[in-house]
Nanobody, 112 residues
């Protein structure tokens, strides 16, 4: 049974930081390209960051220079470090494996 479980979301002030984690099980994590998506209220789900099995990364223009995706293969976990957060980063953040498997999402709210 494949499971992706996100954690680390919450309420943070503008300019603050959060680190999201996505713990996986039931997949051979090391071979999967991993993604973080987000969906804000009333908007379509958008791709935020990608990390390949070899560690190559790619980011949406809106988060470049502020967000960092990383992975720990021995822990079957992918991370999203989010710095300099803005109100427009408010969304539910989802972990995805291979564009096949999804987590349940974790809410990030950036507000003063």
């Amino acid at each position: 049974q494949v499971q992706l479980v996100e954690s680390g979301g919450g309420l943070v002030q503008p300019g603050g930081s959060l680190r999201l984690s996505c713990a996986t099980s039931g997949i051979i994590f090391s071979i999967y390209v991993m993604h973080w998506y987000r969906q804000a209220p009333g908007k379509q789900r958008e791709l935020v960051a990608t990390i390949t099995s070899g560690g190559g990364t790619n980011y949406a223009d809106s988060v470049k220079g502020r967000f960092t995706i990383s992975r720990a293969n021995p822990k079957n976990t992918v991370y999203l470090q989010m710095n300099s957060l803005k109100s427009e980063d408010t969304a539910v953040y989802y972990c995805n494996a291979g564009r096949i498997y999804w987590g349940q999402g974790t809410q990030v709210t950036v507000s003063s």
